[in-house]
């Protein structure tokens, strides 16, 4: 492990975990370089949705969710990054505490609930970056209080489509009452159909067509799944980001198990590789599918791509290996490339589909 990423862990646990997170955040704002970047090898360049990805490991939606941030993310080493969630409105989110470490566990339970500064705050940041090169995608959402959640999507769409790389469609935080209902067929076929109007009519304006990726949940039984993919795929969305936390607790036994919010880490790998692949089952292989949940490590996101994965996301890995976790998976996954002699990292994608799509969703 990297010096930094040794002194990192007790230096911010020593803070409650919202607080490590801000000081995580002024500490990248500083520009220091902490780490080295990682390596560049054009065997982990990989092409999905019309974009070109140096490497295909992420920063997950949720830690730069004011677009503070995503250029120094970006020098860490990770291939892109995601900000957001950001709502029209700013919003203050749930009561502190709401963010828990479950340590044992290597594990987190959050309940934000949308926390952020709101469009126009990250608008004004991400247009001063317009024009320098890196992926910077924006997830959006919807305010709590909104008398119209489907039209906060849009306005979204709206607002970013000129200055990120790619735009994420976030129904899935279980943190926001009724949120989640959005993936229900109905609802989907609607806002989607929606969206997708607003991405278009933009796409005159901007020249150019914006993808659009759709956030989903773990917790989605066989048949909502197989919706999904259908309402996808009919809309016609540029892909599916799999997933974002669970309500589930299986696997985890710290004391702070017991907290409301999505649990995300170690414990969510599985049921989110297990959705990941059933979606790629259902979807088939032209559909960029980004994975997320517990990858920690080069094999898990190894593991990710053999499952059905283009493109992975991490968080909570970082918040227990350091800052310096991007780098060395992006090196030992260009070392994997070697040895293996493979041209493209992505020539493992859906390599090991069936042993994760089979299993049930228990
Ligand atoms: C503290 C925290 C805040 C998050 N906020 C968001 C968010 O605003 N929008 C979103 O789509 N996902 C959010 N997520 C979910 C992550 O993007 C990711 O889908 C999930 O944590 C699983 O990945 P991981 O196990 O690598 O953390 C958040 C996760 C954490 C831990």
């Given at each position: ?7 990192t862990?007790?230096?911010l646990?020593?803070?409650?975990p919202?607080r490590a997170?801000e ?5 990248l704002?500083?520009g220091?370089p902490f ?7 054009s065997?982990?360049?990989v ?5 070109n990805?140096?490497n ?7 830690y730069?969710?004011n677009?503070e941030i995503?250029?120094?993310?970006l020098?860490?080493g990770?291939?892109?990054a995601e ?5 029209p409105?700013?919003q ?8 828990f470490r ?6 987190v339970i959050?309940r ?11 608008l004004a ?11 910077v ?5 919807a305010?709590?209080?909104s008398s ?5 999507y ?5 607002t ?7 735009l994420?469609?976030n129904?899935?935080s279980p943190?926001t009452?009724?949120l ?7 609802n ?6 929606r969206?997708m109007?607003?991405r ?14 759709l956030?989903i ?6 048949e909502?799944?197989?919706d999904?993919a259908?309402?996808?795929?009919e809309?016609?969305?540029d892909g ?7 309500l589930?607790?299986?696997g985890?036994?710290?004391p702070?198990?017991?907290e ?6 170690e ?5 989110s ?5 059933k979606m ?6 032209a559909?960029?599918i980004i994975g ?6 080069a094999?898990?996101a ?10 992975v996301?991490l968080?909570t890995?970082m918040?227990?290996a350091?800052p310096g976790?991007?780098a ?6 260009a070392?994997?490339?070697e040895?293996n002699g493979?041209?493209s ?14 299993r049930?969703?228990a």
């Amino acid at each position: 492990m990297h010096i930094i990423d040794r002194l990192t862990r007790p230096v911010l646990f020593a803070f409650d975990p919202e607080r490590a997170h801000e000081l995580s955040i002024a500490a990248l704002k500083t520009g220091i370089p902490f780490c080295s970047g990682g390596v560049q090898n054009s065997k982990l360049a990989v092409s999905v949705a019309g974009l070109n990805f140096p490497n295909p490991i992420g920063m997950a939606a949720g830690y730069d969710k004011n677009a503070e941030i995503p250029d120094a993310l970006l020098n860490l080493g990770f291939g892109f990054a995601e900000c957001g969630t950001v709502t029209p409105k700013p919003q203050e989110g749930n009561p502190r505490p709401r963010i828990f470490r479950l340590t044992r566990d290597r594990a987190v339970i959050n309940r934000l609930g949308f926390n952020n500064e709101g469009h126009a705050q990250a608008l004004a940041r991400l247009s001063l970056r317009k024009g320098k090169s890196g992926i910077v995608g924006v997830n959006i959402g919807a305010n709590r209080d909104s008398s119209d959640r489907m039209a906060d999507y849009e306005e979204g769409v709206r607002t970013f489509a000129a200055v990120a790389s790619y735009l994420t469609i976030n129904i899935s935080s279980p943190n926001t009452t009724g949120l989640r209902g959005l993936q229900d067929r109905e609802n989907l076929s609607e806002l989607l159909q929606r969206v997708m109007r607003v991405r278009n009519e933009q796409a005159a304006l901007i020249k150019r067509k914006v993808p659009v990726f759709l956030k989903i949940a773990p917790d989605l039984s066989e048949e909502a799944l197989a919706d999904i993919a259908q309402e996808v795929l009919e809309k016609g969305l540029d892909g599916l980001i799999v997933s974002n936390t669970t309500l589930s607790r299986e696997g985890v036994s710290a004391p702070a198990a017991s907290e409301t919010g999505g649990l995300s880490g170690e414990p969510l790998f599985e049921r989110s590789t297990i959705v990941l692949a059933k979606m790629r089952r259902l979807v088939g292989p032209a559909l960029p599918i980004i994975g997320v949940g517990g990858v920690h490590s080069a094999e898990t996101a190894l593991e990710k791509m053999r499952a059905g994965a283009d493109l992975v996301q991490l968080y909570t890995g970082m918040v227990f290996a350091g800052p310096g976790l991007p780098a060395r998976i992006v090196s030992r996954l260009a070392a994997y490339a070697e040895a293996n002699g493979l041209n493209s990292i992505a020539e493992i994608r859906d390599s090991n589909i069936k042993p994760w799509a089979d299993r049930p969703l228990a």
